[in-house]
């Protein structure tokens, strides 16, 4: 376990050291290896902990910042919120604990080819990270189907902010609120199919298929709707 936090600690101390190199060399070897020389840490043990170089460097940035946005919520009284305004939140919070720079750097980066599926991975594992915070554990189809909206709608909200030159981000915000509640009409109307019974019938057979070989193991059985 010690050697566990020491080497947790010693990834941290690179990766903050990293952060004032990215604005200039991006997530690279080159912002890599000034970090070592800033933070002290052994080259070696600094290489295998960021085997991939800038690459594992942008993911660790990415993750630390999913990690911020969850203590930042259970931190936040959320009781008198619908749940749309609690994903509305969550995506702020994630946004404001974030360099704007920093993300504009890892966006590129994530956008090559050879980075994109993991780049999608990283957004899912946000969209993911939220929800869970805010207490869905559902297990069917919803559980995808609401963590593939939420990736969309997270990852076309970034791609804006970064563009945003608005006081206080204002322009983002509405753009937020619009791109939820695309999402929520959507969901209407996937209700409305839901108690169609002859839809139902029809697609019972299908989902049951899929439903068994998707749902994750072991999570807990909540109702999928998402509910404004």
């Not at 690459?55 to 009284?77: P, Q, T």
């Not at 974030?98 to 080819?113: M, W």
């Not at 805010?134 to 997270?154: C, E, F, I, P």
């Amino acid at each position: 376990m010690e050697r566990e936090n020491s080497m947790e600690r010693a990834k941290a101390q690179v990766l903050q050291a990293a952060v004032p190199h990215v604005a200039f060399d991006g997530w690279s070897d080159i912002s890599l290896e000034a970090a070592i020389t800033d933070s002290g840490v052994t080259p070696a043990l600094a290489h295998a902990l960021y085997p991939r170089g800038g690459v594992d460097l942008a993911v660790a940035y990415h993750r630390k910042g999913d990690a911020a946005m969850v203590e930042a919520l259970a931190a936040r009284d959320l009781t008198a919120l619908r749940f749309r305004d609690k994903v509305a939140l969550a995506i702020r919070l994630r946004l404001e604990g974030s360099d704007k720079e920093l993300v504009r750097r890892g966006s590129a980066l994530f956008a090559l080819p050879q980075h994109a599926i993991e780049g999608a991975g990283l957004i899912w594992a946000t969209a993911d990270a939220m929800l869970t915070a805010l207490g869905d554990a559902s297990r069917d189809l919803n559980w995808y189907s609401k963590r593939t909206s939420l990736s969309a709608v997270y990852g076309a909200t970034v791609l804006y902010w970064l563009g945003d030159t608005s006081d206080g981000h204002e322009a983002t915000w509405a753009f937020l609120d619009r791109r939820i509640e695309n999402v929520m009409q959507f969901e209407k109307v996937k209700a409305g199919m839901q108690k169609n019974q002859g839809l139902q019938a029809l697609l019972k057979g299908p989902l049951k298929v899929l439903e068994r070989i998707s749902a994750p193991k072991g999570a807990a059985d909540l109702p999928g709707k998402m509910k404004g």
